[in-house]
């Protein structure tokens, strides 16, 4: 699933957004040909929370059955993030959950693809600047810690 996320943002804009992937896939780094996605490794609770608080959208593309409710998901809806999701990635969630957050529902990767250009396109008007911006240009290269330093330099 993650490096088919990943072939997804190799071909958007680098200067339309920042695509952080946590957890234990730092052995995709050889198949990343778009500056802006930042692979972050495994990330201790506290350091997951900045990286949810910096973000606007959370995904979700699960397209194959698992059993229970994904973890990442209560996550995304705890930090309040919009959330790119398969209708599996929402299994056992309350609806009343949801409530105040924007659901791109996709159910194949061609539609994930195009919620992907539909959130970039609604992150142009005024749905995603609530949140601080972050200066997609910049980051390319950076540490997290210097991410982090940029995102809070910016309030």
């Known amino acids: 699933m993650v490096k088919r996320v990943v072939e997804v ?39 997951l929370k900045r990286v949810l608080a910096m973000s606007d959208v959370g995904l979700a593309p699960v397209f194959t059955h698992a059993a229970g409710t994904f973890l990442k998901t209560l996550a995304y809806i705890a930090a309040s993030l919009n959330i790119i999701a398969s209708p599996y990635a929402l299994q056992g969630i309350d609806m009343e959950l949801l409530r105040g957050i924007r659901v791109y529902l996709t159910r194949s990767w061609d539609g994930f693809r195009v919620a992907v250009s539909t959130v970039l396109q609604d992150s142009r008007g005024m749905v995603f600047r609530q949140r601080k911006p972050l200066l997609r240009n910049q980051v390319a290269g950076m540490s997290l810690d210097g991410i982090y330093s940029l995102v809070e330099n910016l309030s």
């Open 9 to 47: 943002f190799n071909s958007v804009d680098p200067n339309e957004f920042v695509l952080f992937i946590t957890g234990p896939w730092l052995h995709l780094k050889g198949i990343i040909r778009n500056p802006s996605v930042v692979l972050t490794g495994l990330l201790p609770h506290d350091e």
